[in-house]
């Protein structure tokens, strides 16, 4: 049985929530490994802030790309169907052709770096015409009257029905754009993405 997807518990842990909601969304429960799931905590949350405060400005591009290529290894060494590609600059584009939308075609989901106000991550899990499914781990309520204003804008949307996939519906035009609005990847040089498969589920190319 699959999951239901997490929120995070903090303003800090989008990232490797992130990246449990994506095993969560390709895998059975029975089949998720325990260590997989602590060594996503383990090596996540791994920055300081201007305080010189630990964990308090999330997770780095660093420990993204090295839980990419432990899983990979981990997969290799446990014969465990998981294989993940770290993607940055303008790789981390979402058009058709591009390798996230294929990606999300062939039954993968993505680890995505944008941005809510401040840096987030979020997860891709499908397209829909020009729009993108995605899980947002930040929970907002669509009746909270402080609700900011900016996820009224257009090219958002909330989902309420379908809580192991998604709860936005986002454009692709507005995840493409190179400024650092809700929901938006920013300019090349901030831009990160992990492509993640079941290699058991993936369809063909």
Avoid at 40 to 68: Q, R, V, W
Avoid at 126 to 141: A, K, S
Avoid at 171 to 191: A, F, I, Q, V
Wanted: glycine letters at 6%; a negative charge.
């Amino acid at each position: 049985m699959k999951n239901l997807l997490n929120y995070q518990s903090s303003e800090y842990d989008c990232g490797p929530v992130t990246f449990t909601n994506a095993l969560r969304y390709l895998f059975e429960r029975e089949d998720i490994y325990p260590d997989i799931v602590k060594c996503i905590m383990l090596y996540c949350l791994d920055s300081y802030n201007e305080k010189g405060e630990p964990c308090k400005h999330g997770t780095s591009k660093t420990a993204m790309l090295f839980l990419a290529n432990w899983l990979n290894h981990f997969g290799e060494i446990k014969n465990f169907p998981i294989s993940c590609e770290f993607l940055s600059g303008k790789d981390v584009t979402i058009e058709k052709g591009s390798r996230i939308y294929n990606a999300l075609n062939q039954g993968g989901a993505v680890v995505l770096h944008l941005f809510l106000d401040v840096a987030h991550y979020v997860l891709l899990t499908g397209i829909e015409g020009d729009n993108v499914y995605i899980f947002d781990p930040y929970y907002e309520e669509t009746d909270d009257p402080n609700l900011d204003k900016e996820y009224f804008e257009p090219g958002i949307s909330f989902i309420t029905d379908q809580p192991k996939r998604a709860n936005r519906l986002i454009s692709m035009e507005k995840l493409n754009r190179l400024t650092k609005g809700y929901y938006e990847m920013g300019p090349y040089e901030t831009r990160e993405a992990v492509i993640v498969f079941n290699t058991l589920t993936k369809k063909g190319e």
